[in-house]
């Protein structure tokens, strides 16, 4: 059974950081592709960030690039983000989710999510 368990949610100001992991289980971590998705309050979800199997390439929304930095340790089964320069509009659930495949695209499997308020 695929068990995604995301971390390191929080209350921070803004301009902070944290720093969310996702410990993985029941597959073969280092063959898929990872991704971050995130819902802020009354909005739908919305993608936030992915790394692929294998290589490793990243990839970002826009509305994160430069400030997220998402990377994975294989050996830990863990999916990070590090979040920096938080701003208010930050403030979502964020979720880890499994990809199809090695390459990052449409999510098999969610995890129950981590609550990220950026408020001062």
């Known amino acids: 059974e695929v068990q995604l368990v995301e971390s390191g949610g929080g209350l921070v100001q803004p301009g902070g950081s944290l720093r969310l992991s996702c410990a993985a289980s029941?597959?073969?971590?280092?063959?898929?592709?990872m991704s971050w998705v995130r819902q802020a309050p009354g909005k739908g979800l919305e993608w936030v960030s992915g790394i692929n199997s294998g290589d490793g390439s990243t990839s970002y929304a826009d509305s994160v690039k430069g400030r997220f930095t998402i990377s994975r340790d294989n050996a830990k089964n863990t999916l990070y983000l590090q979040t920096n320069s938080l701003k208010p509009e930050d403030t979502a659930v964020y979720y880890c989710a499994k990809c199809i495949s090695s390459s990052v695209g449409g999510p098999s499997s969610w995890g129950r999510g981590t609550q990220v308020t950026v408020s001062s």
């Open positions: 029941g597959f073969t971590f280092s063959s898929y592709a």
